[in-house]
């Protein structure tokens, strides 16, 4: 049962999908972790596309600067409602999305939307915005971005 609790809390973590969802996901994998991450994953994905006609007309604008300085970026990451942009995980994914434009040269949203996440290369940075809407309600997505170097 305490082995059950713990994978149940490790998929929500990673997936921000609902109890009932990752019980669900369990038993159809036999207790399988990934098996059932990857089914989870998938269940995301379809609750993002189902969002993706949506307006997103609030959200916020985020400044990070990395490297003593060095680098920097904003970002404008949007959301349909300002209470959605004001919760913990909207900050969360702006921040990281702002400090993952400082780490290369992408050219456009779409190159960043498919740049592997820096901190776990098993996502991309779409999947970790799809994760958001999943467990937000609302679509959320990329408007623009700039970063900064000194070195040029």
């Known amino acids: 049962m305490q082995q059950d609790i713990k994978k149940i809390k490790l998929l929500r973590d990673e997936t921000g999908a609902g109890v009932l969802e990752v019980k669900q996901a369990l038993e159809n994998s036999n207790g399988d972790v990934n098996k059932a991450k990857e089914e989870l994953m998938a269940k995301v994905s379809s609750k993002a596309a189902k969002k993706s ?15 003593n300085g060095k680098v920097g970026s904003l970002l404008h990451l949007a ?5 959605v942009a004001k919760t913990d995980d909207f900050k969360f994914i702006l921040k990281e999305i702002a400090m993952q434009v400082c780490t290369e040269d992408y050219k456009n ?10 901190r776990d290369p098993q996502k991309t940075i779409n999947d970790l915005i799809n994760e958001k809407v999943a467990k937000l309600g609302e679509k959320i997505e990329i408007k623009k971005f700039v970063k900064f170097s000194v070195i040029e």
């Open 53 to 67: 006609g949506r307006v997103a007309g609030d959200g916020s604008i985020f400044s990070y600067i990395h490297n």
């Open 109 to 118: 949203v779409e190159e960043l939307l498919k740049a592997e996440y820096m």
């Open 79 to 83: 959301c349909e409602t300002d209470f």
